[in-house]
């Protein structure tokens, strides 16, 4: 079946540092991928998602590029804030309803 | 535009009763899903409804848990007989469409705790 693999569980950085967040899959068909985040007592929000090869989308800040060859959607930002400080989740749908990874939290600290 | 509302906020029982969590979707979207999110884990699909037709409930433990979506708008999960390990957060989501490239909106979710 479809899976998400998340490998960090805590990422701790200092803030202005650049962020780097892992996610691989595991699908039989060519799936969306997303990248959802979820704050402190908040419900998840999507941050991006992507279904074509190679392609870079980008929101407030983040970007994340679909590489279908290494089965990978990695999650970037150039520089960390303090308010980034949330937990990220990776999520794969292929015509069916999103499974999440185990999610990376990442804390920014000053 | 009003967003995914659920009740209760929380909720704490003992072993061996009974809950109903409640979802009322964004106005318009015609897929509901809900999750299990325990602590320190990501979301886990339990169902999802297109309108009110149940399209994959084969993670939903059907022994004691079940969801309905009678009219093809909000929705009810109940979990019989309630144990320890369903301790989690519980999200509703909704979207419109459900072929995989919609976003999903999620409520702010309903604590239980099994004591």
């Known amino acids: 079946g479809d899976s998400v693999t998340q490998t960090e569980g805590l990422v701790t950085l200092t803030e202005g540092l650049p962020v780097m967040l892992n996610c691989t899959y595991q699908?039989?068909?060519?799936?969306?991928l997303f990248w959802y985040v979820q704050h402190l007592n908040e419900a998840p929000k999507l941050l991006l998602k992507s279904f074509t090869d190679n392609k870079r989308p980008e929101h407030q800040g983040f970007h994340a590029t679909l590489h279908k060859s290494s089965s990978s959607f990695h999650l970037q930002k150039s520089s960390a804030q303090l308010s980034d400080s949330a937990l990220y989740y990776c999520a794969l749908s292929a015509l069916n309803a999103p499974r999440f990874g185990a999610g990376t939290k990442l804390s920014v600290k000053p | 535009e009003a967003g995914v509302t659920q009740s209760p906020r929380y909720a704490v029982l003992q072993e061996g009763q009974a809950v109903s969590f409640w979802c009322d979707p964004i106005?318009?979207?015609?897929?509901l899903y809900w999750y299990q999110q325990p602590r320190d884990q990501g979301p886990q699909l339990l169902v999802y409804f297109r309108d009110e037709a149940v399209i994959d409930n084969s993670q939903l433990p059907s022994d004691r848990f079940s969801a309905v979506r009678p009219k093809g708008t909000n929705s009810t999960l109940k979990i019989q007989s309630a144990k320890q390990g369903d301790t989690a957060t519980y999200l509703c989501a909704s979207s419109f469409g459900g072929q995989g490239a919609e976003t999903l909106y999620f409520g702010s979710g309903t604590r239980l705790t099994v004591l």
């Open positions: 106005s318009g979207h015609d897929t």
């Open positions: 699908s039989t068909y060519s799936p969306f």
